[in-house]
């Protein structure tokens, strides 16, 4: 049936509301060579003469039209969804994606990515005055501006701004400036303890 | 985002899945070059007389062509408009339509016979369904899956919001509202890493 497909690669997105699937390009191809065969038999109708009762083509032509338009919403429905998932990546993992991520990524969207990413940046560069301001920063209102935290991986050696050198192995607990640390915490490489 | 609002938007993907359920559609005249909407019709034109379930999307194309009837699905019909109205809480709406509501309002868009009814049905429906499904989705200590499997899509939804509001409202009187935690898709990533290596 027309926009079997496409449903597919709908309802396989769907499924997967938290996991980044694979791009899957074998099943956009077969979407798109459907949409050939429809618009080849639109085409030759167009082209024939029209008679009510040997060659009555209208309903055959509205019926491709509507699979069409069908499989292109579901293309680009499919398209969409997916840079939405990446736009909320780029905020909870930064800039640098892991790898099982990057894996799943079509080539247009590892370009996507690196276009949104250079953007962010010039926009927070270009607000708050000279030095910027980082909206990556106080998600939820601070408290404190020190934290209390644990690490959860060995991260290795982290410098803060006033040059101080720490360095961030397993289990290890520091007091830190909550502005500097937030997006390790964010990205699961430090847990924020004690707090009150 | 809305909950009802945004589902029409063109990307929607609960809209699109939602217009994919099949509705009864039969043609009184022959149709030409529409063979292949029948597995096993032979030849490239369509009987008269032929009755075949098609997407929501396809029937909405055809249904004002000469000769094409539509008629309600099951879930719409009376027999399930007289259950619904009974007791709306013990069906498992879930099985009867994934998308009871979207797909129901979909269908009234169309001039259905009936569609005043459907419209009607599909609010007393959720009204009648509405107060327990508040109360299981806050009382986070009854968690039965039993219920859960009764939700239709957008009930799902509604559950899932609620539960989630009653655990920042817990947090905040707890004074927790301070915690850098970790990010939703960093810890689902990490969960699903953490998996993969205890498989392999």
């Not at chain 2, 096993?40 to 009755?51: D, M, Q, V």
């Not at chain 2, 429906?125 to 968690?143: F, I, M, P, Q, Y």
């Not at chain 2, 899932?160 to 990533?189: C, F, M, P, Y």
Request: aromatic share 10%.
């Amino acid at each position: 049936m027309w926009g079997d497909k496409a449903i597919e690669l709908i309802k396989e997105l769907e499924r997967s509301t938290e996991i980044f699937p694979p791009f899957d390009d074998d099943k956009i191809r077969l979407i798109l060579e459907e949409c050939r065969v429809l618009n080849q038999f639109i085409e030759d109708a167009m082209n024939s003469t029209f008679h009510p009762e040997t060659n009555n083509y209208l309903a055959g032509v509205k019926a491709r039209t509507a699979a069409l338009e069908r499989n292109k919403r579901c293309l680009l429905a499919y398209q969409w969804n997916r840079l939405q998932m990446l736009r909320k990546m780029r905020w909870e993992f930064g800039s640098i994606l892991p790898v099982e991520i990057k894996a799943n990524m079509s080539e247009g969207e590892v370009a996507w990515f690196a276009k949104y990413s250079k953007a962010l940046a010039n926009y927070m560069k270009g607000i708050g005055g000279r030095n910027g301001l980082n909206l990556m920063l106080d998600m939820q209102p601070p408290k404190d501006l020190y934290i209390e935290v644990r690490c959860l991986k060995d991260f290795g050696k982290l410098e803060l701004d006033t040059g101080e050198v720490f360095y961030l192995s397993q289990n290890s607990q520091h007091y830190m400036p909550r502005s500097q640390v937030e997006n390790l915490v964010r990205q699961g490489v430090l847990e924020h303890i004690n707090w009150s | 985002m809305s909950l009802f609002g945004k589902r029409n938007h063109y990307f929607s993907l609960n809209d699109i899945l939602a217009s994919q359920e099949r509705v009864p559609i039969s043609f009184g005249t022959p149709v030409s070059y529409l063979g292949e909407l029948d597995a096993s019709s032979e030849g490239n034109a369509l009987p008269a007389g032929t009755t075949l379930e098609l997407s929501y999307w396809l029937v909405a194309s055809l249904y004002q062509e000469d000769g094409v009837g539509i008629d309600l699905p099951k879930q719409y019909k009376q027999a399930w408009r007289d259950i619904l109205a009974a007791d709306a809480k013990v069906v498992n709406l879930q099985r009867l339509c994934k998308y009871f509501y979207e797909f129901g309002k979909l269908v009234s868009l169309i001039r259905i016979r009936d569609h005043q009814d459907i419209i009607e049905l599909l609010i007393q429906t959720l009204v009648d369904r509405h107060r327990e499904l508040t109360s299981w989705a806050v009382h986070s200590c009854k968690r039965d899956n039993e219920f859960l499997e009764k939700l239709e899509d957008i009930e799902r939804e509604l559950s899932k919001r609620a539960t989630a509001a009653e655990r920042d409202l817990s947090n905040w009187l707890q004074h927790d509202g301070g915690r850098i935690r970790k990010a939703e898709l960093v810890n689902a990533h990490d969960r699903l890493v953490a998996s993969t290596r205890a498989f392999t």
